[in-house]
């Protein structure tokens, strides 16, 4: 067999060879084939998915952004009404202390007003006890005292309608008295001239 002969055999060897073996793998490459146009559609469906991910995860982070500003909003919020919840907190002790002390001052009011009760009816009792010494009085006035002071007063005016009249008649005696005096006194010096020239 010369080497053309050889090589015809070979070439249909070969050939035979090949599409034994070449069959499957073209059917091979047919199914790898339509895999690969399955898996392009889910790699086409997985990549719309990842844009719709990323636009959600692009929406989440404004949304966890917006979140951490109210967190520190809430945060700042919370320590302002813990400072004013512990103003509140001093507050109240003040006021509690004041209602102890407002207690304390009621029961001091309630314990002098059951005394000021107690001597109100103490002074009820004097009162009427004094309205009834009154009333006494005044009948004794009226009917005693009053004609006495009446009896005194007409004695009184009585004397001193009489010491009225004394009165001037006194004034008339000093005036008469003082001009004796002068004469005695007159007469007595020239009593000593008169003794004197003797």
């Known amino acids: 067999m010369e080497n053309t002969e050889l090589l ?3 070439s249909g060897l070969i050939s035979k060879v090949i599409k034994t073996e070449l069959e ?8 790898i084939k339509s895999d690969m ?3 392009k559609s889910d790699v086409a ?9 990323k636009s959600d995860v692009a929406v989440l982070k404004s949304d966890v952004a917006v979140l951490k500003s109210d967190v520190t909003v809430l945060k700042s919020d919370v320590a302002v009404l813990k400072s004013d919840v512990t103003v ?7 006021l509690k202390s004041d209602v102890t002390v407002l207690k304390s001052d009621v029961a ?3 314990s002098d007003v059951a005394v000021l ?4 009816t103490t002074l009820q009792g004097t009162v009427s006890g004094i309205q009834d010494s009154v009333k006494r009085l005044e009948l004794i006035n009226e009917n005693e005292i009053l004609p006495r002071l009446q009896n005194i007063e007409e004695c009184y005016i009585s004397t001193y309608e009489r010491y009225a009249q004394g009165i001037s008649q006194i004034g008339n005696m000093q005036t008469d008295i003082t001009l004796l ?5 007159g007469h007595s010096e020239q009593l000593d001239k008169l003794q004197k020239i003797s």
């Open 181 to 185: 005096k002068k004469v005695v006194t």
């Open 8 to 10: 015809q055999a070979m």
């Open 45 to 53: 469906v997985l990549k719309s998915d990842v844009t719709v991910l």
């Open 24 to 31: 499957p793998l073209k059917s091979d490459i047919s199914e």
């Open 88 to 94: 509140l907190k001093s507050d109240v002790a003040v």
């Open 108 to 110: 001091v009011l309630k």
């Open 37 to 39: 146009a399955v898996l």
């Open 117 to 120: 009760k107690s001597d109100v």
